[in-house]
């Protein structure tokens, strides 16, 4: 960790301590403010975002195509009727 006045005082130091511990957390009194990471781990963190956005998305995708197709049937003109006439193959049989 080094301060903001740390930070000021010396953008070496600060790089020494990044390649040592591979992160710096900028603090302001004492409150943590920031976080200087090697360009290397931010890029690594970016593509670990992008591939998890990429996987939630895909299975939203696939969740919503198996919930639409049930809801497209029953948006449909004869959903009323065919609700009313009971599952396929019960015709004259009483749901009780």
Do not use: C
């Not at 603090?27 to 990429?54: C, F, M, W």
């Not at 015709?91 to 009780?96: C, F, K, M």
């Amino acid at each position: 960790m080094v301060d903001k006045a740390g930070l000021e005082r010396g953008w070496s130091g600060v790089m020494r301590t990044l390649v040592k511990d591979g992160a710096v957390v900028v603090t302001n009194h004492d409150e943590p403010e920031a976080v200087i990471l090697r360009v290397g781990e931010y890029e690594a963190l970016i593509e670990l975002v992008e591939q998890l956005k990429s996987r939630v998305t895909n299975e939203l995708d696939a969740l919503r195509q198996r919930f639409d197709e049930p809801l497209a049937a029953l948006r449909a003109p004869d959903a009323g009727a065919r609700s009313h006439a009971g599952p396929p193959g019960s015709a004259g049989r009483s749901p009780w």
